[in-house]
């Protein structure tokens, strides 16, 4: 076993737990909590400017967080 599964494994945590997982899971949790992208990149280790980065953070539940609420 590897780093991350190692640890969770360790804790009691289950579930199919990847470094990957844990950085998503970072970076769209800090931008629903209104960080700053440069913030977000900068502690997660991408460029200030990183492309990349978005495909990283999950749109979240498409009926709660939908745009056209509310109109």
Do not use: C
């Not at 494994?9 to 629903?32: I, N």
């Not at 939908?66 to 109109?71: E, F, I």
Request: proline share 3%; no cysteine; charged share 20%.
């Amino acid at each position: 076993m590897g780093g991350v599964r190692h640890n969770l494994a360790s804790a009691g945590l289950e579930g199919h737990w990847r470094g990957h997982s844990l950085r998503r899971g970072f970076a769209t949790a800090s931008f629903k909590a209104g960080l700053s992208l440069v913030r977000i990149a900068r502690q997660g280790g991408w460029a200030d400017n990183s492309t990349s980065l978005h495909r990283y953070l999950d749109e979240g539940d498409p009926w709660e967080d939908n745009p056209v609420t509310g109109l």
